[in-house]
Nanobody, 115 residues
Framework: VQLVESGGGLVQPGGSLRLSCAASGFTFRSYAMNWYRQAPGKERELVATISSGGPTTNYADSVKGRFTISRDNAKNMVYLQMNSLKPEDTAVYYC?????????WGQGTQVTVSS
């Protein structure tokens, strides 16, 4: 199983970013996918989840209405569209899947929201 995130960077408050996660090594369309984040000195938190077929999504209260998770099962990709970014969204963002009774993580992508 391999997960590779991309799309992070430095953005001003109120701006937008789109994170991407390329997945391989498992039957992508069969598994729910997650985005987590970890800010300095804080625990890793679940940001968003999308079901295997894509119609069901869930979000942390802190990002509801601002972030959108989506997936393309034909391309083995999962995305996180982040709008109206706030300084408190600054963190390393990780793509995650629970497959074959284990949790798998990408290397993470840094998102920094600052003026």
């Amino acid at each position: 199983v391999q997960l590779v995130e991309s799309g992070g960077g430095l953005v001003q408050p109120g701006g937008s970013l789109r994170l991407s996660c390329a997945a391989s090594g498992f039957t992508f369309r069969s598994y729910a996918m997650n985005w987590y984040r970890q800010a300095p000195g804080k625990e890793r938190e679940l940001v968003a989840t999308i079901s295997s077929g894509g119609p069901t999504t869930n979000y942390a209260d802190s990002v509801k209405g601002r972030f959108t998770i989506s997936r393309d099962n034909a391309k083995n990709m999962v995305y996180l569209q982040m709008n109206s970014l706030k300084p408190e969204d600054t963190a390393v963002y990780y793509c995650n899947v629970r497959a074959y009774s284990a949790y798998y993580w990408g290397q993470g992508t840094q998102v920094t929201v600052s003026s």
